[in-house]
């Protein structure tokens, strides 16, 4: 498992249009994708769970990533979150 701490910077969170890209390229990876942020464990896999975790602007989150192919699909978590959600 690895895993890897964050601050969301997108100024609406993760909303629904931001939600399903991450969730679009998370769904690309055999291993299991979970979003730590409060008390909750939610699947980095689901839009409808990410969308009831209501993760806002400034929010600090932990994706952790578990399975053959966790090192990449952290990498790709990582990238869409500081990257591609701008």
């Given at each position: 498992?690895?895993?890897?701490?964050m601050i969301v910077t997108n100024a609406e969170g993760l909303h629904l249009r931001s939600a399903g890209k991450f969730v679009e390229?998370?769904?690309?990876?055999?291993?299991?994708?979970?979003?730590?942020?409060?008390?909750?464990?939610?699947?980095?896999?689901?839009?409808?769970?990410?969308?009831?975790?209501?993760?806002?602007?400034?929010?600090?989150?932990?994706?952790?990533?578990?399975?053959?192919?966790?090192?990449?699909?952290?990498?790709?978590?990582?990238?869409?979150?500081?990257?591609?959600?701008?």
């Amino acid at each position: 498992m690895v895993s890897r701490r964050m601050i969301v910077t997108n100024a609406e969170g993760l909303h629904l249009r931001s939600a399903g890209k991450f969730v679009e390229k998370m769904n690309r990876f055999e291993c299991s994708v979970t979003i730590l942020f409060k008390d909750a464990r939610v699947d980095g896999k689901s839009l409808l769970n990410i969308m009831m975790a209501c993760i806002k602007c400034g929010a600090e989150i932990e994706i952790e990533c578990d399975g053959a192919d966790e090192d990449e699909a952290l990498e790709a978590a990582v990238h869409v979150i500081e990257k591609e959600l701008m």
